[in-house]
């Protein structure tokens, strides 16, 4: 069974770091690409950050780029999103998300829980 | 950045009967669209990816379609389980990865 299991959500100040993780098991992990997605309280969807299955690419929104950094260490299954210089609006519930196998393109099977990141002074 | 603007905001129907919902993307996706369904509380699920085809465990009741930049959900039958937002999601042309803005399914 596919499990993600989010941590390290909780409340910072503006301009604050938070590292969060996300613990995945019941599949390859190696063999897929992982996103970080979030959703504002009462907002929709908004896609974050995606990695490669090597690790060996990554990409940003631009809401986030310059600021946030996605990894991924393969041997321990494990996703990351380091988030520096957090704004108010990134405020939000912050999910990791599992990409379907490349023949099926670049949209989700199976989600974490989620953990919420509060930016507030 | 491809924009995904979904419609209505909040639809309002009665259970056994059929929804539709709306996506439009701004410029065209070919095939590359997604449904979503997220319950209060809950994270998104997968219900409908390359615009028709039914994700694992995904009851026959929906079903997806597209003609041109114009893409549709239909819950043929509207189970009580089905009332949630409903989100789409374009991965054509990314990054970004972009949603719809959700449409609300309520009981009418």
């Known amino acids: 069974e596919v499990q993600l299991l989010e941590s390290g959500g909780g409340l910072v100040q503006p301009g604050g770091s938070l590292r969060l993780s996300c613990a995945a098991s019941?599949?390859?992990?190696?063999?897929?690409?992982m996103s970080w997605v979030r959703q504002g309280p009462e907002k929709g969807l908004e896609w974050v950050s995606g990695?490669?299955?090597?690790?060996?690419?990554?990409y940003y929104a631009d809401s986030v780029k310059g600021r946030f950094t996605i990894s991924r260490d393969n041997s321990k299954n494990t996703l990351y999103l380091q988030m520096n210089s957090l704004k108010a609006e990134d405020t939000a519930v912050y999910y990791c998300?599992?990409?379907?196998?490349?023949?099926?393109?670049?949209?989700?099977?199976?989600w974490g829980q989620g953990t919420l990141v509060s930016v507030s002074s | 950045e491809i924009v995904m603007t979904q419609s209505p905001a909040t639809l309002s129907v009665s259970p056994g009967e059929r929804a539709t919902l709306s996506c439009r993307a701004s410029?065209?996706?070919?095939?590359?669209l997604a449904w979503y369904q997220q319950k209060p509380g809950q994270a998104p699920r997968l219900l409908i990816y390359?615009?028709?085809t039914r994700a694992t465990g995904i009851p026959a009741r929906f079903s997806g379609s597209v003609s041109g930049t114009e893409f549709t959900l239909t819950i043929s039958s509207l189970q009580s389980e089905d009332f949630a937002v409903y989100y789409c999601?374009?991965?054509?042309?990314?990054?970004?990865?972009?949603f719809g803005q959700g449409t609300r399914l309520e009981i009418k």
């Open positions: 990695i490669s299955g090597s690790g060996g690419s990554t």
């Open positions: 390359g615009a028709s």
């Open positions: 998300a599992k990409r379907q196998p490349y023949s099926s393109g670049y949209n989700f099977d199976y």
């Open positions: 410029q065209s996706v070919s095939s590359d």
């Open positions: 019941g599949f390859t992990f190696s063999n897929y690409d």
């Open positions: 999601q374009q991965y054509n042309n990314w990054p970004p990865i972009t």
